[in-house]
């Protein structure tokens, strides 16, 4: 199976020019600069006249509920949403049901993904107060790394003894993906704004209960430990511009051992949101100010920020009712996270060219993704085509997250998805996610 996609606007490493590609089954072969292609016949021509032509999004932070928690999300429907978002990997979070804590419960989910995932995927390994015993057992050629809850309220899985910590840190034998926030600090802001507001404070205090102090103590402590130990340390969802000021920049030839990802979230929100969004908005860390929304999109630009993820972690409606304290804390963003990130490509927040580091080569370089990433000859055909003006609006029908909600209901987009592959495969065009298709396990390094 040959396949031409022809006409487009490329963007890969950094440039931009018109070109064509040829895909033979999963692979790219060919790489044409400019407007001619070669007179041979393929089994299939796409024309990408109109559109760019990106790599599939890797994104490295997303919680598709599975298993245990599926009357919020499936890995089958939440990578449906990944495909029509231009996503063509994933990387899923421990903090399922059981736990991904032990080997058998990573074993379950790659077998689970391996029916119904429609696009690339792989799992973090959850790290607890004493499950480093099996840190040496993890195949790092298939995971991407370990994933550490520092002081915060996930489950059971809030590691806070300092000896676990250090034992973390000195044995990880691959990248340690930070959740930072102090938990201490949090109930006791929490105690306080209850005192004040009573028992269910309305959402407008989240970021005052999970406050810049709460994560800058914790990322601290974080950077603190990897620099110790020589550990290699990925803080997740970095929202205040206080704990910026630990990260160094990291240049694209040179990932040093201490990176930071910011959320598509965090990006584009910030407080004043809560008046229209209310608890839709609300997530751990909390957003925050203004301040801290355009210090992360400076740090986008300067290299503190070297991954964008979505933390994508859908909750039925009905759970997100209430204030602080009784409405859950996470929402689905995937299917929208390249064309809000595209809208801020437009307001002048990043280049095309940047956007495409952070969500696709990036994610790549740092955890050593095996051939995909970029559009390189040889490489897996993971590619997604958006054409710009074109407008539409999020709307109920379009959403494919099982739990039917989105925080960009009703927002209208300039920037549409107008086909996505995984592998090759078009698992996306035109409003239709083929569900026939099932993606691949992320080889590593
Ligand atoms: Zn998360």
């Known amino acids: 199976m040959t396949t031409l996609i022809k006409g487009g606007t490329l963007v890969n490493e950094g440039r931009t020019f018109n070109g064509s590609l040829v895909i033979d089954d999963e692979r790219i072969t060919q790489i044409i600069e400019g407007n001619h292609t070669p007179e041979v016949s393929y089994d299939e021509v796409i024309d990408a006249s109109g559109c760019f032509v990106l790599p599939g999004i890797i994104d490295d932070h997303v919680h598709f509920r599975e298993p245990g928690l599926t009357e919020k999300a ?14 063509t990997t994933y990387f899923d979070m421990p903090n399922t049901v059981p736990q991904t804590t032990t080997l058998e419960a990573l074993e379950e989910k790659f077998a689970l993904a391996a029916q119904k995932s429609h696009v690339n995927y792989s799992f973090f390994f959850g790290a607890t107060n004493d499950n480093a015993a099996l840190f040496p057992q993890l195949d790092p050629h298939r995971i991407p790394g370990i994933k550490l809850f520092m002081g915060s309220s996930t489950g059971n899985m809030l590691v806070d003894r300092r000896e676990a910590l250090d034992r973390i840190f000195a044995t990880a034998p691959m990248i340690i993906m930070t959740h930072c926030e102090d938990t201490d600090i949090i109930n006791r802001n929490m105690a306080a704004v209850k005192a004040k507001y009573g028992d269910d404070p309305k959402v407008t205090h989240h970021p005052e209960i999970r406050s810049e102090e709460a994560c800058y103590e914790s990322t601290r402590l974080a950077v603190e430990l990897a620099t110790r130990h020589h550990a290699r340390l990925h803080v997740a969802h970095l929202t205040t511009e206080r704990e910026l000021g630990l990260i160094p920049s990291n240049q694209i030839s040179h990932l040093s051992n201490i990176t930071a990802e910011a959320t598509v979230s965090h990006l584009y929100f910030c407080d004043r949101d809560y008046t229209a969004l209310g608890t839709r908005i609300k997530c751990n860390p909390a957003i925050k100010t203004e301040r801290d929304r355009d210090a992360l999109r400076e740090a986008i630009n300067d290299g503190r920020i070297t991954v964008i993820g979505t933390d994508h972690a859908p909750h039925l409606l009905s759970q997100k009712e209430g204030g602080c304290a009784r409405a859950a804390s996470g929402m689905p963003m995937i299917q929208f996270s390249l064309v809000t990130m595209l809208e801020l490509v437009d307001q002048g927040v990043l280049s095309l060219e940047r956007l495409v580091e952070l969500m696709c080569h990036n994610p790549a370089r740092l955890f050593e993704v095996r051939q995909r990433g970029f559009l390189r000859e040889g490489y897996q055909a993971d590619i997604v085509l958006v054409r710009p003006n074109t407008g539409w609006t999020v709307t109920k029908d379009r959403i494919q997250s099982r739990c039917g ?10 920037w549409r998805v107008e086909r996505t592959l995984c592998n090759g495969h078009t698992v996306y065009s035109q409003g239709r996610v083929d569900t026939s298709y099932i993606g691949q396990p992320v080889a590593f390094r």
């Open 74 to 87: 499936d890995i089958d429907t939440e990578s449906r949403a990944a495909a029509a978002g231009g996503v």
């Open 405 to 414: 909600w989105s925080p960009m209901e009703g927002h209208m987009y300039l």
